[in-house]
């Protein structure tokens, strides 16, 4: 299959989990992949772990340090893909953050580092990757990581849940704004996915007394998943790769849940 073929994208936290397994989907169906991400030694490893993959299928492979709540960083991150690429057709604003607290324990930092990056870091992404589009012309397609978080409040994860909800909100009026170019903006919705996110998440849950021993806290997400399992990354990329296809052309301002059945909305 070559649902992507030719397609140049950035995807941002691409370093590691869901992202890293983002970009390597469309590398396999021959598109051309910028992983973007923070931490600029690893992903330069994982660019350079995936240059045969890309080579077999047709599809070119770079990569970027990049801030996303730095306006300057995300921009450069867009002119390098385009300098390599030629055009930027697919925008992943995939980088975000968790640093659990429970709810009467939150800080304005800690607020503020998590709503950063997932609320303000998603819209510089869709605005700089928008500018683009429109400058070069022919449309594009804009897809943002929600969370089964943006569908419900948890006690210990609050801003987290508020950072996802803005995410749904920006992709409605990215949408409503965007559609006059011929850019459509849609998202997606993970619930518990085995990532290193998630160990990290586990280990802090811990160290706020919600969880009492290791994979507590997704055994007990995990209980409430119709498909009876947490998800791996490879079951997210199917949806991924369908929202950076033109098979999704039709589709703008949805969010796409992919939780196993955790959250029936």
């Keep these: 299959m070559s649902r992507v073929a030719g397609r140049c994208c950035i995807v941002t936290g691409a370093a590691q989990g869901i992202g890293r397994a983002i970009g390597e989907a469309l590398l396999d169906e021959g598109a051309h992949v910028c992983f973007a991400d923070i931490n600029a030694a690893k992903v330069a490893k994982v660019a350079a772990a995936n240059a045969a993959r890309g080579a077999a299928s047709g599809g070119q492979v770079t990569h970027a340090a990049v801030d996303v709540t730095d306006r300057a960083q995300v921009r450069a991150m867009i002119g390098h893909t385009v300098e390599s690429f030629g055009r930027l057709d697919v925008m992943f604003n995939n980088a975000g953050v968790n640093k659990p607290m429970n709810f009467l324990d939150v800080t304005e930092d800690n607020w503020n580092f998590i709503m950063g990056i997932n609320g303000l870091g998603c819209m510089i992404g869709m605005q700089e990757a928008a500018g683009q589009m429109i400058a070069q012309g022919g449309g594009g397609k804009i897809i943002n990581t929600a969370s089964v978080a943006s ?57 706020i007394g919600a969880a009492e021993r290791p994979g507590q806290a997704m055994e007990e997400f995990s209980a409430q998943i119709l498909r009876g399992r947490v998800a791996k990354p490879a079951d997210i990329t199917g949806t991924t790769t369908f929202l950076a296809s033109r098979d999704s052309d039709y589709m703008t301002g949805q969010i796409i849940m992919i939780d196993g059945g955790m959250t029936l909305v």
């Design 151 to 207: 569908r419900q409040g948890f006690d210990n994860v609050a801003p987290y849940c508020a950072s996802k909800w803005a995410v749904v909100s920006l992709t409605q009026s990215g949408a409503r704004d965007l559609a006059k170019h011929d850019i459509t903006v849609t998202g997606f919705a993970p619930g518990v996915v085995a990532t290193e996110m998630w160990e990290q998440v586990d280990q802090d849950l811990m160290g």
